[in-house]
Structures are given as structure tokens and as C-alpha cells.
């Protein structure tokens, strides 16, 4: 069974500074995507950033990259020059061979 | 273009009615997801399509749930007799549906209906 864990249930960081959502996973299968998606207040699941398993550099997108550690099965997102708008929800999924696996989230406060 | 959209936004029902939420994917998306999500958990997977069929129907809860797509559009997920515990917001999304593995493609979300059953 694949399974995600996100070990954050709530974490801030001060507008304009860096912050680290961490991930861990487990699965069986060889080749895997990676996900981050955001949920703000409107409830609508935004993708943030992709990261197929087999591909080794690092995914990155804007002011969001990711820490992918494919033998530690760790696959943390950075978040740098964090704006007010970053604050919501972040899920990290997880699939394959099989429909995607959602952690339970970390909710991200920004402070101004 | 148009992204995700469910109908309804807000659905408020009691105990024992049967409800049908609907999701009208991205046009062109051939592939289709249900998630329900239940206060501060993350997406629990229910079902998803490729066109008209559905090869996984494993995350159903119970034979209460039940889902159906049309003409590779429009999904219909209805629940039987519902109870309280099936209160929870219902996520759709599509995708490409390429014909790569299910778990693989980019999802695209909808709004989602918040389902509360008194």
C-alpha cells in the first residue's frame, strides 16, 4: 500500500521569508509521481509543483521548489519570498499504478 | 477555459435522503476523480472513470455510493439513505487521461460540494 505523511499539521513563516513543508512516503512501485497541491479558503485544489520519480533534478516552479530524496522517500516543498496569498492548506500526494495517495495536509499561516 | 464546476456548492439534506452531486470536467479530459474530504483529513480517494467506465471503484465506502459518467462528460455521484457520517466535502477533478498510469497525470480540481447531513 502507498502511503503518505505529512508530519506538520500547521506551520507559519513571516511574509517575504523562506518556509519547508515535509513530506515522507512509502510505496512499492518503481516509478512514481510526486505532488504538491494547495487548497486555499475557496476549498479549490491547485497544483503547486510535480516531480516524477525517476527524473532527478529537483522540480521547480517560481518561488516553489522541492527537496526530492528518492532513497529517504522524502519530498519536502520550500516555499522562498512567502506573500500573503501562500497561506492554505498544502497537500502532498503521491501516485502511480494506483489513484493518488493525499497526506492529511499541513496548514501554512503567513505573517505580515 | 472553463475549469472544474460542481453543482451544488452547498448541500444541506437530513438523514436517510438520497442525494446527487454533479461534476462537469474540463472539456477533452477524458479521465475523472471523486474525492471526499472530511473535516481536517486530507482526500480520501472514491472512484474515477477513463470515459464511461470506472476500473477502480475500490474507494466506494459502502454499496450506498454510487457514481456514473455519461458520454465521457458529465459525473453523477449519488449516495443512498445518507447519515451523518457521509457529511464531508466532495472533490471532483479530470484529466488528460493519456493512457499513462491512473495515478500519474496532472488532476485538475473543482470547487467541490460541501455535503452536511443532519
Known amino acids: 500500500a502507498q502511503t503518505v505523511t505529512q508530519s506538520q499539521p500547521e506551520m507559519s513563516v513571516q511574509e517575504a521569508e523562506t518556509v519547508t513543508l515535509s513530506c515522507t512516503y512509502d510505496?512499492?512501485?518503481?516509478?512514481?509521481?510526486l505532488f504538491w497541491y494547495k487548497q486555499p479558503p475557496s476549498r479549490q485544489m491547485i497544483l503547486v509543483i510535480r516531480?516524477?520519480?525517476?527524473?532527478?533534478q529537483n522540480a521547480t516552479e517560481n518561488r516553489f521548489s522541492v527537496n526530492f530524496q528518492k532513497a529517504a522517500k522524502s519530498f519536502s516543498l520550500k516555499i522562498s519570498d512567502s506573500q500573503l496569498g501562500d497561506a492554505a492548506m498544502y497537500f502532498c500526494?503521491?501516485?502511480?499504478?494506483?489513484?493518488?495517495?493525499f497526506g492529511k495536509g499541513t496548514r501554512l499561516s503567513v505573517i505580515a | 477555459g472553463a475549469g472544474v464546476s460542481q453543482s451544488p456548492s452547498n448541500k444541506v439534506t437530513e438523514k436517510g435522503k438520497d442525494v446527487e452531486l454533479r461534476c462537469d470536467p474540463i472539456?477533452?479530459?477524458?479521465?475523472l476523480y471523486w474525492y471526499r474530504q472530511s473535516l481536517g483529513q486530507g482526500l480520501e480517494f472514491l472512484i474515477y472513470?477513463?470515459?464511461?467506465?470506472?476500473?477502480?471503484k475500490s474507494g466506494l465506502p459502502s454499496d450506498r455510493f454510487s457514481a456514473e459518467r455519461t458520454g465521457g462528460s458529465v459525473s453523477t455521484l449519488t449516495i443512498q439513505r445518507t447519515q451523518q457520517e457521509d457529511s464531508a466535502v466532495y472533490l471532483c477533478?479530470?484529466?488528460?487521461?493519456?493512457?499513462?498510469?491512473?495515478?500519474?497525470?496532472?488532476?485538475?480540481f473543482g470547487p467541490g460540494t460541501r455535503l452536511t447531513v443532519l
Open positions: 510505496t512499492s512501485e518503481s516509478d512514481y509521481y
Open positions: 472539456s477533452g479530459h477524458t479521465a
Open positions: 472513470f477513463q470515459g464511461n467506465s470506472a476500473p477502480d
Open positions: 477533478a479530470s484529466s488528460l487521461g493519456a493512457g499513462g498510469p491512473v495515478g500519474t497525470d496532472t488532476q485538475y
Open positions: 516531480q516524477e520519480a525517476y527524473k532527478q
Open positions: 500526494a503521491l501516485g502511480g499504478n494506483t489513484p493518488l495517495v
